[in-house]
């Protein structure tokens, strides 16, 4: 199917940079794709030592590539076993909605990771922090003092 260039609503380009920083407790995110994309990208800085909840997602899809440092995945596996893989620079990593996962820093690492938009519920049936599961209309909060 051809696009029809005649039709495009240029009054919806933009040239403006992008970026925001979100504080976790395992470290923080940056995130380069602006809200309203039928994707998202983002920068994971994990200190080391530090873990991700153990989580589900019931509507999101998140692929993973390790920029510096060491980190590993404990995730689950098409038997419903939990394992570990540790991150090998230069290779990629997807999870699939219901298939559950954490990452961990083993040394101050930096993941990008890219995703289907911020969508859906994320269970946290695991988390070093006490967090609630994360909605929808959580992340819509302006200060989310349960930093996300």
């Known amino acids: 199917?051809?696009?029809?260039?005649?039709?495009?609503?240029k009054t919806?380009?933009?040239?403006?940079?992008?970026?925001?920083?979100?504080e976790k407790p395992w470290g923080y995110e940056l995130h380069w794709v602006p809200e309203g994309h039928p994707y998202m990208g983002k920068i994971l800085h994990i200190n080391a030592g530090k873990r991700l909840s153990l989580q589900i997602h019931d509507a999101k899809q998140e692929s993973w590539f390790l920029m510096s440092g060491q980190a590993k995945i404990i995730w689950e596996n098409a038997q419903g076993e939990m394992i570990e893989t540790l991150l090998e620079p230069g290779k990629g990593y997807s999870t699939s909605v219901g298939q559950k996962h954490r990452l961990e820093g083993i040394t101050d690492?930096?993941?990008?990771e890219v995703s289907t938009p911020?969508?859906?519920t994320t269970l946290r049936l695991e988390d070093d922090y006490s967090r609630p599961n994360e909605t929808e209309e959580m992340r819509s909060l302006p200060n989310r003092g349960w930093n996300g």
């Open 109 to 112: 690492c930096d993941i990008i």
């Open 12 to 22: 919806k380009f933009s040239n403006a940079a992008y970026s925001k920083r979100v």
């Open 1 to 9: 199917m051809a696009i029809d260039l005649t039709k495009i609503d």
């Open 118 to 120: 911020e969508i859906g």
